[in-house]
């Protein structure tokens, strides 16, 4: 009997280890979690040439007259104005999903005197994007002084020496008002001509690019970047850049723009 007993347990033995010794095998494929959300090597189209889906003005549910498709480009066509006159249209944003961390891409052109921005992390609710929203500054460098008098606006910030010209944090690139393009790495199409702009935006670090060529960067919200805007232009918004997340808008000011090309990179 204590033989018997020997062999069969012997035998469970050996079975055990052969069961322990083969291989476990993966869970079938459909029960792995799928991955809904955007990859972050994925672009989005907010504007290919053929649709204004999504688009709507500032603070409104329809896309403002003036703003229309033309020839494949997001255009706002109207008689260039003064500043200090400013009879303009309404300024635009892609109303279809907010962002927070991103890379955004687009291009651009402008007439002689042509201003306008590009807006990011933008919320609505308030007067207007600039009291709220960061901008990427996009406007005709040399012949902007000769259509617009910008001298009282000028010295309304403070600016006594040569008002009547544009300053660093003014002019195409600049995070405006905030951190001035590098002039030297500036590479500016002439009037008419397309270029091309990238914002790429991270709680760690902020670019802004022109035409291929990195322009400037800095760290969003840390004590440099609050210094500076409690000592300018924004010192008196409390709301200005404080959003982490938020619409893409782009700028009617008083003069004709055209953009194609739009899309978006989500980032982690």
């Not at 409104?60 to 003064?82: C, M, Q, R, V």
Request: proline share 7%; net charge negative; hydrophobic share 30%.
């Amino acid at each position: 009997m204590k033989q018997i007993v020997s062999i069969l347990l012997f035998t469970t033995f050996i079975y055990s280890c052969q069961t322990d010794s083969k291989p476990k095998e993966e869970a079938p494929p459909e029960t792995k979690t799928e991955i809904t959300e955007t990859k972050s090597d994925e672009w989005i189209s907010l504007f290919d040439g053929t649709s204004t889906e999504g688009w709507r003005a500032y603070n409104e549910k329809t896309l403002p007259p003036g703003w229309t498709i033309e020839d494949g480009a997001l255009s706002f066509n109207t008689e260039l104005g003064l500043e200090q006159d400013y009879k303009g249209g309404k300024d635009i944003i892609y109303g279809a999903e907010e962002f927070e961390n991103f890379e955004l891409y687009l291009e651009w052109k402008l007439p002689k005197g042509g201003n306008s921005g590009i807006f990011y992390h933008l919320k609505e609710g308030h007067e207007s994007p600039p009291i709220v929203s960061p901008e990427y500054q996009l406007i005709d460098d040399l012949g902007y002084t000769e259509i617009h008098d910008i001298t009282e606006y000028n010295l309304s910030l403070g600016y006594t020496e040569n008002p009547e010209e544009l300053k660093p944090l003014q002019k195409t690139g600049s995070d405006y008002a905030m951190h001035p393009a590098d002039q030297s790495q500036k590479v500016l199409n002439p009037i008419g001509e397309w270029n091309s702009s990238k914002i790429i935006f991270t709680p760690q670090n902020v670019e802004h690019w022109l035409n291929g060529k990195k322009l400037l960067s800095f760290v969003p919200w840390d004590e440099a970047w609050i210094e500076k805007k409690n000592s300018d232009k924004w010192k008196n918004s409390p709301d200005y850049g404080k959003y982490k997340t938020g619409y893409i808008g782009l700028q009617d000011h008083s003069s004709p723009i055209w953009f194609r090309n739009i899309k978006i990179k989500k980032l982690p």
